[in-house]
């Protein structure tokens, strides 16, 4: 009932520019953090930047400074800028909201504090 649609990623030269973007689809009345994690092989999944409703972000210290999240409460959309991207930034990325309201098809509200996740996309940083 709630999706999540990441685009954006794609092969990119060190140092280069990417940016993310992810839109939530659903009845979706109410979202309070939206996110962005990363998984490289071998890694475990990581967070990279996160944004609460209020506009409050939350960065990992190997982005701080070449990562740039936002968010468009109206139209359910969360973005990633990343520059000055560097090898090891190479992973699959994943959206996420942590806690949300929605109708279900029956025109039932649900809150929730899950997490809801995206299929992932592929960011590579290679020369």
């Known amino acids: 009932q709630v999706q999540l649609k990441e685009s954006g990623g794609g092969l990119v030269q060190p140092g280069g520019s990417l940016r993310l973007s992810c839109v939530a689809s659903?009845?979706?009345?109410?979202?309070?953090?939206m996110g962005w994690y990363r998984q490289a092989p071998g890694k475990e999944r990581e967070l990279v930047a996160s944004?609460?409703?209020?506009?409050?972000?939350n960065y990992a210290n190997s982005v701080k400074g070449r990562f740039t999240i936002s968010r468009d409460n109206a139209n359910k959309m969360v973005s990633l800028q990343m520059n000055s991207l560097r090898t090891e930034d190479t992973a699959v990325y994943y959206c996420?909201?942590?806690?949300?309201?929605?109708?279900?098809?029956?025109?039932?509200?649900?809150?929730?504090?899950?997490?809801?996740w995206g299929q992932g996309t592929q960011v590579t940083v290679s020369s």
């Open positions: 944004v609460t409703r209020n506009g409050d972000t």
């Open positions: 659903g009845r979706i009345f109410n979202i309070d953090t």
């Open positions: 996420t909201i942590k806690g949300m309201g929605y109708y279900t098809e029956h025109d039932v509200p649900v809150v929730t504090g899950e997490s809801t």
